[in-house]
């Protein structure tokens, strides 16, 4: 027996087949791995407060003792134009992070079955392939080709998403979406890298390469400056050792942050993404998508931003879930406890006595539960039989048991003893 519940309207998010995950009402779209998201501000963030704090100190200090006297006992290089700028590029990198992660990176939106096609094709043909058992006539390429800047590319089917991809689409496998303008899936941020992020997502990296850049070069500037003040560079540095840390933290960060903002900046002049870079490669042959160094920079930065193919927030019908009962006859297998059953006919009371009764107790095997009683209430030395008749008693014939309803032969299912949940008292030979 089948239930279906009937389709209710949720919002799109709320019934999303992808594996994002949603805020703030599905204003916000993230990946599945956003909690590196935190781990990623901490990195950031953290080097750049405890510089902004040493140069807060700094200032502090000469403003607490004479100006003059502490200039020649301390270095001046920190001032309020070194933290104005400071806490200037942190925000801004802090606000780039967020509109790369939080942001639909150009999802495109699933079909609901697979596309039609408008032409049968011969199941010997090898570059043909089944799309689902349920159409066995219907078949179509696993690719395609389209015609770009007069050039022709091929896109591919996606099983997942039931589409032919649009030219540099892509599915990503953690997301579990298919992108426009796939580059890559980035961990650091938590999000698909894509047609409406990618912008975004250089602007946060470089925005970091620069600020790694800058702490380390007023850190090593405080460090020479208060150096004319000890009479080694070793001395200077003991007494600037948070400076001499962040030397040291910004020096390995930049390189991570500046090699990958080198190598966008060349996938930016040649109009590539890094999937292309790594799957097609171009410079082997013609570029579809190359603009020219001027055009692609355009292209990137000033192009107008696509809006979102997808309405997180939009109210949907939700897919209608059937439920299916185990027992394919759900009104004969199972019984009202309350109902009378004759146990010795096989057969349910009713006003004519035509029914039979419910086959779950037509199949269950007395048998075992014999040998379960017998088996439970036999101890070693007693090899008799708990269902045997006592020698001297006399047989007990068949009478009919009367209940308070009915005088015909039944039993009430109330009075029959539960022998599975109550000691029996069997009688001792």
Same mark, same amino acid.
């Given at each position: 027996?089948?239930?279906?519940?009937?389709?209710?309207?949720?919002?799109?998010?709320?019934?999303?087949?992808?594996?994002?995950?949603?805020?703030?009402?599905?204003?916000?779209?993230?990946?599945?791995?956003?909690?590196?998201?935190?781990?990623?501000?901490?990195?950031?963030?953290?080097?750049?407060?405890?510089?902004?704090?040493?140069?807060?100190?700094?200032?502090?200090?000469?403003?607490?003792?004479?100006? !003059?006297?502490?200039? #020649?006992?301390?270095?001046?290089?920190?001032?309020?134009?070194?933290?104005?700028?400071?806490?200037?590029?942190?925000?801004?990198?802090?606000?780039?992070?967020?509109?790369?992660?939080?942001?639909?990176?150009?999802?495109?939106?699933?079909?609901?079955?697979?596309?039609?096609?408008?032409?049968?094709?011969?199941?010997?043909?090898?570059?043909?392939?089944?799309?689902?058992?349920?159409?066995?006539?219907?078949?179509?390429?696993?690719?395609?080709?389209?015609?770009? &800047?007069?050039?022709?590319?091929?896109?591919?089917?996606? %099983?997942?998403?039931?589409?032919?991809?649009?030219?540099?689409?892509?599915?990503?496998?953690?997301?579990? &979406?298919?992108?426009?303008?796939?580059?890559? /899936?980035?961990?650091?941020?938590?999000?698909?890298?894509?047609?409406? &992020?990618?912008?975004?997502?250089?602007?946060?990296?470089?925005? *970091?390469?620069?600020?790694?850049?800058?702490?380390?070069?007023?850190?090593?500037?405080?460090?020479?400056?208060?150096?004319?003040?000890?009479?080694?560079?070793?001395?200077?540095?003991?007494?600037?050792?948070? *400076?001499?840390?962040?030397? $040291?933290?910004?020096?390995?960060?930049?390189?991570?942050?500046?090699?990958?903002?080198?190598?966008?900046?060349?996938?930016? $002049?040649?109009?590539?993404?890094?999937?292309? &870079?790594?799957?097609?490669?171009?410079?082997?042959?013609?570029?579809?998508?190359?603009?020219?160094?001027?055009?692609?920079?355009?292209?990137?930065?000033?192009?107008?931003?696509?809006?979102?193919?997808?309405?997180?927030?939009?109210?949907?019908?939700? %897919?209608?879930?059937?439920?299916?009962?185990?027992?394919?006859?759900?009104?004969?297998?199972?019984?009202?406890?309350?109902?009378?059953?004759?146990?010795?006919?096989?057969?349910?009371?009713?006003?004519?006595?035509?029914?039979?009764?419910?086959?779950?107790?037509?199949?269950?095997?007395?048998? $075992?539960?014999?040998? #379960?009683?017998?088996?439970?209430?036999?101890? !070693?030395?007693?090899?008799?039989?708990?269902?045997?008749?006592?020698?001297?008693?006399?047989?007990?014939?068949?009478?009919?048991?009367?209940?308070?309803?009915? *005088?015909?032969?039944?039993?009430?299912?109330?009075?029959?003893?539960?022998?599975?949940? /109550?000691?029996?008292?069997?009688?001792?030979?």
């Amino acid at each position: 027996m089948e239930i279906v519940s009937s389709p209710r309207p949720r919002r799109l998010y709320q019934v999303w087949k992808g594996s994002n995950k949603f805020y703030c009402g599905g204003r916000l779209i993230f990946g599945p791995d956003v909690t590196s998201l935190p781990l990623t501000i901490i990195l950031i963030a953290g080097p750049s407060v405890v510089f902004a704090c040493q140069v807060i100190a700094k200032i502090l200090n000469s403003e607490k003792h004479d100006h !003059e006297e502490y200039a #020649n006992k301390h270095s001046q290089i920190f001032g309020y134009p070194v933290l104005a700028f400071t806490i200037f590029l942190t925000v801004a990198d802090m606000i780039f992070l967020l509109l790369t992660s939080s942001r639909d990176p150009g999802i495109v939106p699933r079909s609901i079955r697979p596309p039609e096609s408008d032409e049968t094709f011969d199941g010997a043909t090898p570059s043909m392939e089944w799309v689902g058992g349920r159409t066995p006539n219907l078949r179509f390429p696993r690719t395609k080709d389209v015609t770009v &800047n007069g050039y022709s590319v091929k896109v591919k089917y996606c %099983d997942t998403c039931f589409l032919y991809r649009p030219p540099r689409a892509s599915h990503c496998s953690i997301c579990n &979406n298919c992108v426009m303008k796939f580059d890559h /899936h980035c961990p650091w941020v938590g999000q698909c890298i894509g047609l409406r &992020n990618y912008r975004f997502f250089f602007l946060f990296i470089s925005s *970091s390469t620069f600020l790694c850049i800058y702490v380390f070069t007023f850190s090593w500037l405080n460090i020479l400056g208060e150096r004319k003040f000890y009479s080694s560079l070793w001395k200077s540095m003991s007494a600037e050792v948070l *400076s001499l840390v962040l030397i $040291i933290y910004t020096f390995l960060a930049v390189w991570f942050v500046g090699g990958l903002t080198v190598f966008h900046l060349y996938l930016i $002049i040649t109009n590539q993404t890094t999937y292309e &870079n790594f799957r097609y490669r171009y410079d082997k042959k013609v570029n579809p998508y190359n603009k020219g160094l001027f055009g692609n920079f355009i292209h990137v930065f000033f192009s107008r931003m696509p809006p979102s193919l997808n309405d997180f927030r939009s109210w949907v019908l939700e %897919d209608p879930i059937t439920f299916r009962s185990i027992t394919p006859n759900i009104g004969v297998n199972v019984i009202n406890p309350n109902e009378k059953i004759d146990i010795e006919i096989d057969s349910k009371l009713t006003s004519n006595d035509n029914s039979q009764i419910p086959s779950i107790l037509k199949d269950l095997d007395y048998g $075992i539960i014999d040998d #379960n009683v017998k088996f439970k209430y036999r101890t !070693e030395d007693d090899k008799s039989d708990p269902f045997a008749l006592l020698v001297n008693q006399e047989p007990i014939l068949d009478e009919p048991i009367e209940t308070n309803d009915t *005088s015909s032969e039944v039993l009430s299912l109330q009075e029959v003893p539960d022998l599975f949940d /109550h000691d029996v008292q069997l009688p001792q030979p």
